[in-house]
Every structure is written in structure tokens, then in C-alpha cells.
């Protein structure tokens, strides 16, 4: 019944910017904790930052300082603003929430850094 569908991803220059969008089902979205991961080519997925109900946020090394993780939940939705974009921030990104005892993604949506 958790559906989860996430949007905004594209090619990028390095140092540019791009914010992505997660839309997900129910009206109970609001009481879970929400994050997104990434996985490059050829590596494990990773976390990349994660939000709770009460907006309290929590971020990788790789992105403290660079993403900015917020949730409207009148929406439904979680959005992650990526500044200072890098090459190696290249990945496909996964919307997750952690709800009713299992974790739910979203098909993801392809980030590409590059001149």
C-alpha cells in the first residue's frame, strides 16, 4: 500500500544545484521517519540524510554542509536540496520510509555530475 515516487534528478555541472522531490501515499506519511540513499555504479548504497516526524535531521560526511533534507507533510512529500554538486555525488537516489515495521523505497531517480 506504501508508494513512493521520486523526481528531479538529471545531468548537472559540477557546483550546480538540483533539488529532488519524494511523493508518498497515505495520510499517516507524516508520523514515519523519511531518508534518502544513493548507489553509484559499482558501489553499496549509502545513506544520505534522514528526517523524523518532528523534523529533526540527521546527514552523511558526504553531505553535511552541501543537502538540506525537509518535509511538507500537507503534501506528503520529502524533498533533498543538493548544492555544491560533485562528481562523485554521480548515483542513483532511493526515497525510503520506515513504516509498519519494514523499510519502503521508491524506484529512484538518476543523478549525473559532470562537465
Known amino acids: 500500500q506504501v508508494q513512493l515516487v521520486e523526481s528531479g534528478g538529471g545531468l548537472v555541472q559540477p557546483g550546480g544545484s538540483l533539488r529532488l522531490s519524494c511523493a508518498a501515499s497515505?495520510?499517516?506519511?507524516?508520523?514515519?521517519?523519511m531518508g534518502w540513499h544513493r548507489q553509484a555504479p559499482g558501489k553499496q548504497r549509502e545513506l544520505v540524510a534522514t528526517i523524523n516526524s518532528g523534523g529533526s535531521t540527521n546527514y552523511a560526511d558526504s553531505a553535511k554542509g552541501r543537502f538540506t533534507i525537509s518535509r511538507d507533510n500537507a503534501k506528503n512529500t520529502v524533498y533533498l536540496q543538493m548544492n555544491s554538486l560533485k562528481p562523485e555525488d554521480t548515483a542513483d537516489y532511493y526515497c525510503?520510509?520506515?513504516?509498519?515495521?519494514?523499510?519502503?523505497w521508491g524506484k529512484g531517480t538518476l543523478v549525473t555530475v559532470s562537465s
Open positions: 497515505g495520510s499517516i506519511f507524516r508520523f514515519y521517519v
Open positions: 525510503n520510509i520506515r513504516a509498519f515495521g519494514s523499510d519502503y
